[in-house]
């Protein structure tokens, strides 16, 4: 249900955060869902308003029971760089806020109101900072594993991970009880495993958009830096394309059993023996292929 309009992007409410929103009226707790649903709006509208200055175009903000998510018009590949600063705004956010209001509570301006203030934005702040999907802590890691290892394999190592750490959230929720907090839990344990599962689907598309923005930009700047790799000629195309970095050309350098050298191949010649062949094919056949 939209609600508002800010700067072009509209504001949604998700009809779970609806049903939150009068479950805590009916209980007396206004101003706190108040204060929830605007410290979930105000860390999206800085992941917004910087997603922005680097040409992305956000459509809008969906505001859950658990957290908000700001969508863009269409999807994109996101550099490290970008995605890292994009992340880190949202959590930081909160940090600010709680240490404004801190600052305020110092001067002797004790109240509830301020004391939920912090409280909910160091919790937004501590929660946000995790090391996993699709929270900005594991997006992050993300970011710079992907320097190293490559977008894909990164996305999934962090998908395991928070697979493992969310499963261990539920058993201990299980296993004390399921109080009313050990229930609330539980469902944003569940909520994140299937945004992870969706994060990891996406990664594969996300790659293929990453290359054709790429070529976009080595066709402006008229040069990229480049990442050499020594393959085996046993190796197929789909286990190669793991190594992929952001933001780099790809020279892969073909070899024997014995370690001998037997050609090279491109990164463009690999994404086009993706289209000809398919990801099984190996890099010795593809080679032999671009050869003919």
């Known amino acids: 249900?939209?609600?508002?309009?800010?700067?072009?992007?509209?504001?949604?409410?998700?009809?779970?955060?609806?049903?939150?929103?009068?479950?805590?009226?009916?209980?007396?707790?206004?101003?706190?869902?108040?204060?929830?649903?605007?410290?979930?709006?105000?860390?999206?509208?800085?992941?917004?308003?910087?997603?922005?200055?680097?040409?992305?175009?956000?459509?809008?903000?969906?505001?859950?029971?658990?957290?908000?998510?700001?969508?863009?018009?269409?999807?994109?590949?996101?550099?490290?760089?970008?995605?890292?600063?994009?992340?880190?705004?949202?959590?930081?956010?909160?940090?600010?806020?709680?240490?404004?209001?801190?600052?305020?509570?110092?001067?002797?301006?004790?109240?509830?109101?301020?004391?939920?203030?912090?409280?909910?934005?160091?919790?937004?702040?501590?929660?946000?900072?995790?090391?996993?999907?699709?929270?900005?802590?594991?997006?992050?890691?993300?970011?710079?594993?992907?320097?190293?290892?490559?977008?894909?394999?990164?996305?999934?190592?962090?998908?395991?991970?928070?697979?493992?750490?969310c499963t261990i959230v539920i058993l201990y929720d299980i296993l004390n009880g399921l109080t009313v907090n050990g229930i609330y839990f539980s469902l944003i344990a569940v909520f994140t495993i299937i945004a992870a599962k969706k994060e990891r689907e996406m990664a594969a598309f996300v790659f293929i958009k990453s290359i054709t923005r790429k070529t976009k930009e080595l066709h402006k700047k008229k040069n990229i830096k480049v990442h050499i790799l020594v393959c085996m000629k046993t190796l197929n195309i789909k286990e190669t394309v793991d190594f992929f970095l952001p933001n780099k050309y790809h020279i892969f350098i073909i070899i024997n059993t014995n370690g001998d050298t037997i050609g090279t191949l491109t990164e463009n010649q690999l994404i086009e023996g993706i289209y000809s062949y398919g990801f099984d094919i190996t890099l010795e056949e593809l080679l032999i292929e671009t050869q003919k």
């Open 1 to 165: 249900m939209n609600i508002i309009k800010i700067k072009n992007i509209y504001i949604k409410i998700n009809i779970s955060m609806l049903a939150a929103f009068i479950l805590f009226i009916l209980c007396g707790f206004f101003i706190e869902i108040i204060i929830i649903t605007f410290t979930i709006l105000i860390h999206e509208l800085f992941h917004s308003i910087v997603a922005k200055k680097y040409g992305f175009e956000v459509e809008e903000i969906e505001i859950f029971p658990f957290g908000g998510i700001a969508r863009f018009e269409q999807i994109k590949t996101i550099y490290p760089k970008e995605e890292i600063f994009i992340c880190i705004v949202g959590p930081l956010s909160n940090f600010i806020i709680a240490l404004i209001f801190i600052g305020i509570k110092s001067f002797y301006f004790h109240s509830y109101l301020i004391d939920y203030i912090i409280k909910v934005n160091i919790l937004m702040f501590t929660i946000n900072i995790l090391p996993i999907f699709p929270l900005d802590g594991g997006k992050i890691i993300r970011s710079l594993l992907s320097l190293f290892i490559g977008y894909k394999s990164s996305t999934i190592k962090l998908t395991y991970i928070t697979y493992i750490l």
